[in-house]
């Protein structure tokens, strides 16, 4: 029987089972977070411009959530974008300090079809959700450079590795495993032998004795 590939085996099945079960915790923690972690901003789950914006009329009344550019500020307006059109809205009770070109995320009522009553906003630039997936792909990318130049995946270990441990020096390691193994198997059998010695010696000079 081959110990040394059927402890390979083994290590291998444990280190897939590992991976396999901190995959499940990680996609596990995204749809907790999904599901009970905090809204995104007070926005996130109310109606937004691309869906009042068509059909203001079916949501007076409601709580809404607007993001566009602010055009006046006297009173303060908002230009609101949704597919290929727009619209302007007046927000009631808008008290940070306007600014024309500012770019806005306001929540509040919408009052009539063009005028929400605001309760809440935010200031937002119209790069920050690029900057934000551009900085995360970078750096995904710069780990999975510096991953493949110092490490590599050796299939027969099923493992990573380290580049500079070469496929000659990884039989070695196996090598002596092995032979370590069987060391250790034959010193087992060996102190077995040893044991059962002294019974079958006693059987003997009892024979001795009777003949």
Request: hydrophobic residues 35%.
């Amino acid at each position: 029987m081959d110990f040394t590939r059927t402890a390979e085996t083994d290590r291998q099945a444990r280190r897939l089972l590992a991976i396999l079960l901190l995959g499940g915790i990680l996609s596990g923690l995204f749809v907790w977070y999904g599901i009970t972690g905090p809204p995104d901003s007070a926005s996130a789950q109310l109606p937004d411009e691309s869906e009042f914006g068509p059909a203001t009329d079916e949501y007076i009344g409601e709580r809404v959530a607007a993001t566009g550019t602010i055009v006046d500020t006297d009173p303060v307006r908002l230009e609101v974008e949704y597919g290929d059109e727009s619209t302007t809205v007046v927000l009631e009770g808008y008290t940070a300090p306007a600014e024309v070109g500012s770019y806005e995320l306001v929540t509040g009522t919408l009052r009539d079809e063009s005028t929400i009553a605001v309760v809440g906003s935010e200031a937002r630039e119209p790069w920050e959700a690029t900057y934000m997936y551009a900085v995360s792909i970078l750096a995904i990318c710069w780990i999975v450079v510096r991953l493949g130049r110092g490490w590599r995946f050796d299939r027969d270990q099923f493992a990573l590795v380290p580049r500079t441990q070469t496929r000659t020096q990884v039989a070695t390691h196996q090598n002596a495993s092995g032979a370590s193994t069987r060391e250790t198997n034959m010193s087992a059998h060996v102190t077995t032998n040893t044991n059962a010695s002294p019974a079958a010696s006693d059987g003997c000079d009892e024979g001795d004795t009777d003949g």
